[in-house]
């Protein structure tokens, strides 16, 4: 029997309309600027977070999902799909009163989605500079951006946020960050989400202004339920307006915890967020820094939880998936994400032993590999550690001594990433601190 060639062409449409694997959906990305593993209701929190906990009810939670220490790697490699330590982005963040940001022959996934169609919109939190202009969303492939750059914390008292919509000062000062960015984000939603191809990203503070001190947990908690209750009215929006959109939800990085030495990006003098289980907090190596929330969610995907590890860098192959754009691999630096876009529709996973780098530094690093986990300081007394994660996912028995031969192949793995990491841009910007006086300059075998 012969079937006419229209109702071949309808049967094809047909099946493309029905496929999300191949749908030009909105995207909205949502960072969150420390937000503690267990600062949701989903993961035991007395926080009450209804919105965010029925995105992730009703979408895919990544619960073994690893990013960077601090806010501007963790904004870079999103960006980017690489690692902050090719970038030079490896020591610390961007603040407003830096010098530096985003090298210029770094192409930004917004570069490439505007290539193909997008529309693509940045609201909040920039960490990837804006002492110059060269540095702003706006030239970096986002078409609008209404936003500000961290504030230095060390030197909190001289400064505060300079509110930029797209490359000028907003001269009326902006005392509430979060309505702010909420506000730029719905007037978004509600102009371009009803036609053509768009990208949102949107970016939350920890902190809804500079001068927020949290004298008790009462008044962390309840900074943390208005994000919930801004993020669920965009949820609102989106509904109202599209039915394809997907939105991507991270935190930067784990809760930020009271430590000894200033780091500048977002101090407290408090521990009122949470990591669950897990130790440490924003700035370390161990999990409670580094292993963090995260979900995607859109009205076609099944709800499921996935457990194999992902990475910040991954971000930019699967959007990239979704998004149906291309980009030829040989004309942009080399990528070190997966796409586990695949995860949404099949039971296909990235292989379980995937190296999962969580930084390299000039004098320290870690990474995981087949749940293996090694933490480095070379600084003296220089100190190792080893967890192996599946028996030990709180990082309480270092077994370093006893595994001597895991430890020196993770070690071998490190020392060759080290021949690719570039200067520090924050040891750069300070000479008195320049990188040689902390190591000899050895001749590469």
Not at 310 to 335: C, M
Request: charged share 20%.
């Amino acid at each position: 029997m012969n079937i006419p060639l229209f109702l071949h062409i309808f049967f094809i449409y047909f099946l493309i309309i029905l496929n999300p694997n191949f749908a030009h959906a909105n995207i909205v990305f949502i960072l969150v600027d420390d937000l503690g593993w267990a600062d949701v209701s989903y993961h035991g929190s007395k926080i009450k977070t209804p919105n965010i906990d029925s995105l992730a009810k009703n979408g895919v939670k990544f619960e073994k999902f690893y990013s960077s220490q601090f806010t501007s790697q963790a904004q870079s490699s999103i960006l980017t799909g690489r690692y902050p330590f090719r970038m030079g982005l490896q020591t610390g963040s961007i603040f407003s009163n830096t010098n530096y940001g985003i090298p210029k022959d770094e192409e930004l996934l917004p570069e490439i989605l505007s290539q193909n169609g997008f529309n693509t919109y940045f609201c909040g939190q920039w960490a990837l500079g804006v002492n110059n202009n060269k540095y702003l969303p706006t030239n970096n492939g986002f078409k609008y951006f209404n936003g500000f750059s961290p504030i230095n914390t060390i030197n909190i008292n001289d400064q505060e946020r300079v509110w930029y919509e797209n490359d000028t000062i907003i001269k009326n000062s902006i005392k509430d960050s979060f309505i702010q960015i909420k506000n730029c984000a719905l007037k978004i939603i509600e102009k371009n989400f009803n036609n053509d191809k768009n990208f949102l990203f949107i970016s939350f503070p920890s902190k809804n202004s500079t001068i927020d001190q949290f004298e008790n947990f009462d008044a962390y908690k309840n900074q943390v339920e208005i994000l919930d209750k801004f993020i669920g009215e965009i949820h609102q929006k989106i509904d109202e307006i599209d039915n394809s959109t997907y939105i991507f939800f991270q935190s930067d990085n784990g809760g930020a915890k009271k430590t000894k030495y200033k780091t500048g990006d977002n101090d407290v003098n408090h521990n009122f967020s949470s990591n669950g289980p897990f130790l440490s907090g924003k700035g370390s190596f161990k999990e409670g820094a580094i292993r963090v929330l995260s979900f995607a969610y859109a009205k076609n995907l099944k709800s499921m939880t996935i457990t194999s590890p992902l990475h910040v860098t991954d971000w930019f192959k699967t959007i990239s998936s979704i998004a149906k754009i291309n980009y030829d691999e040989n004309k942009i630096k080399p990528l070190d994400g997966f796409d586990f876009s695949n995860y949404f529709y099949s039971s296909e996973r990235i292989a379980s032993d995937r190296l999962i780098l969580i930084n390299i530094n000039e004098l320290s690093a870690s990474l995981i590999k087949n749940n293996w986990k090694l933490i480095y300081h070379s600084s003296l007394p220089n100190k190792l550690q080893l967890f192996n994660l599946l028996d030990d996912p709180v990082e309480e028995n270092n077994i370093y001594t006893k595994n001597a031969e895991q430890s020196s192949k993770l070690m071998k793995i490190i020392q060759d990433l080290a021949w690719d990491m570039e200067d520090s841009l924050f040891y750069k910007e300070k000479p008195l601190t320049n990188n040689i006086m902390f190591y000899d300059n050895p001749e590469r075998p």
